[in-house]
């Protein structure tokens, strides 16, 4: 049966997160679909549904909020002609999912439609990998992984039955062993067709420029990157990247970056003299940091020197990263 809007061929629905709304979202949504649609968004207002209003964060780690997806899932799956090309359900914690659940049916009903599905329900891959693996026009996909081999051999399916995905934004839990971040990187390095490439992991260990080199021949039309850790830096202070690490990438980058984010340590004693390039498309440079800059003026410097004008430059450090932000912005007024 068609929805209010029969010929709707997009719907964005950003919906309160206030804990008495989050249940009656996908009710809600569920009015407005039609066979005409092919692209879904659905999220919070100030994030994914499921998650706590900035103001009760201090209970989300015992009230655990979860939304029961299934009944919208159901409508979707009986509703003749519906073949999304596009679905963006930013849910962070989802009721019942098992392996017979709605979701399962609605991917194996898109196998041939769906070219991108962005999800932050981290028992999606663990229960639907092979019905999403079987997406065979699949170009970008959003996800979360319980764990670094999950990730693996995710990766893995990916590279073997997906070679033309382009976009992988891939979230990774609980690292429990360091080693294994090298093999994660290994693989993600199969996956010859991306563009643009957002990892955020519990653990980082060190890049060089070594790793740069091989991510160019693996990936020469990156545009986008982000190396993030999953909590900011705030659980422990897990040593970050080095700016070796990123001159590196602006080196083999610097024509086709737009986009590029790196959890950074900027102390990291450097093993050779550093020569920045200017990232000659930069739009935006996010650094994320769990360390206060002891050379604040020299790294006002660096970032003048890479960064265009018209760059943005943003973060998710200390207030010991005011000096550089200040300094920046000083630099950049006066080469106005």
């Known amino acids: 049966m068609p929805g209010l809007f029969p010929n709707l061929h997009t719907l964005v629905w950003k919906a309160p997160q206030r804990q008495g709304y989050r249940e009656k979202t996908l009710d809600a949504v569920s009015y407005f679909l039609s066979p005409s649609l092919k692209h879904l968004y659905v999220s919070g207002i100030l994030g994914p549904l499921a998650e706590q209003h900035p103001s009760e964060l201090i209970w989300i780690f015992f009230q655990k909020p979860k939304v029961d997806c299934a009944p919208f899932f159901r409508t979707m799956n009986a509703m003749d002609g519906l073949r999304l090309e596009s679905l963006e359900l930013r849910i962070r914690q989802s009721v019942g999912l098992r392996k017979d659940h709605e979701v399962g049916l609605f991917l194996r009903q898109h196998q041939d439609s769906l070219q991108h599905f962005h999800t932050w329900t981290p028992e999606i891959v663990h229960l639907f990998q092979n019905e999403i693996l079987g997406l065979s026009r699949l170009r970008s996909i959003e996800a979360v992984a319980n764990g670094e081999l999950e990730a693996i051999g995710f990766i893995d399916g990916l590279a073997d039955r997906i070679p033309g995905l382009e976009v992988l934004h891939l979230t990774v839990r609980e690292f429990e062993e360091a080693e294994r971040w090298r093999e994660l990187w290994s693989a993600m390095k199969r996956l010859r067709n991306i563009t643009k490439l957002h990892l955020r992991v519990h653990q980082i260990e060190g890049l060089d420029e070594e790793d740069a080199k091989s991510m160019k021949k693996a990936w020469p039309a990156l545009s986008s990157l982000y190396i993030v850790q999953e909590y900011g830096g705030w659980m422990g202070t897990p040593q970050g990247l080095s700016l070796d690490f990123l001159s590196a990438v602006t080196l083999h980058f610097s024509k ?37 800059p002891e050379d604040p003026e020299g790294l006002v410097r660096y970032l003048a020197r890479i960064l265009p004008h018209e760059a943005e430059f943003k973060g998710d450090f200390s207030d ?17």
């Open 256 to 292: 086709s970056l737009t986009e590029l984010g790196l959890f950074l340590d900027p102390n990291v004693p450097s093993a050779h003299p550093i020569s920045p390039v200017r990232l000659e498309k930069l739009q935006h440079l996010y650094i994320q940091s769990s360390s206060g």
């Open 320 to 336: 010991e990263w005011d000096p550089v932000v200040d300094g920046l912005r000083q630099t950049r007024a006066n080469q106005s």
